[in-house]
């Protein structure tokens, strides 16, 4: 559909040239002179739309290289969402909370873009800060038993639980879990739900900075 969509806007664009030049023909003007006139006016627009011709020029980088495509959820500087439409001059995305963004595509092509949906599975991490009395093997144990018999976890890598940080005031534990891409955001809040509920129920005791979560 991108690629379908981009070149239907441009061949359409290209069309209208077309029949703008034959309908001067038609009127009797020598075609010459309608080519060196739209020649001369192309490098006064040209010059007037550096950052439209920019933004074409990103369209056609993005047709070429595909760091995305429609239905992938990708973010850039502050903007992320699901790509909805990549036309010739902007992409636009559909944020978390139901917003239409449109991203001019010069200005993504000359932007970091990170593309959560390119691969077929993520690491899902979860970083608990506690109390630095607690009882580090005890802990372990609770994080060990929210992960257990998950139908989402993948067998391989291997899930990841332990200790991974000793500050002034806390002990820092991690659980380092992959997953398909699509049920990313189901075990990461089924996880942390199971871990609350655990911590609860043993009378874990949170700090201040209580859960720390990190999105890889």
Do not use: H
């Not at 023909?25 to 950052?51: D, H, R, W, Y």
């Amino acid at each position: 559909p991108t690629v379908r969509n981009f070149f239907f806007r441009a061949i359409v664009l290209c069309l209208y040239l077309i029949l703008g030049i034959s309908c001067v023909s038609i009127l009797g003007v020598p075609i010459a002179s309608v080519i060196t006139l739209l020649a001369s006016a192309g490098v006064a627009v040209g010059l007037a739309l550096q950052g439209s011709l920019s933004n074409l020029a990103g369209g056609i980088m993005l047709l070429l290289f595909r760091p995305f495509k429609v239905g992938n959820y990708i973010k850039s500087g502050t903007d992320e969402g699901t790509v909805q439409e990549v036309s010739i001059f902007y992409t636009v995305i559909l944020s978390p909370d139901n917003k239409r963004i449109s991203i001019p595509n010069g200005s993504l092509m000359n932007a970091n873009i990170i593309n959560y949906s390119a691969e077929c599975f993520r690491r899902v991490d979860l970083i608990y800060q506690l109390g630095r009395d607690e009882d580090v093997e005890k802990i372990k144990g609770y994080l060990e038993s929210c992960i257990q018999d998950d139908e989402l976890i993948r067998k391989y890598p291997e899930p990841f639980v332990g200790l991974t940080a000793v500050g002034r005031d806390y002990l820092e534990f991690s659980i380092r879990l992959w997953v398909d891409t699509p049920s990313y955001w189901t075990l990461y809040n089924r996880i942390n739900e199971k871990v609350a509920i655990k911590f609860a129920k043993e009378n874990v005791l949170l700090p201040s900075t209580a859960i720390k979560n990190i999105q890889s």
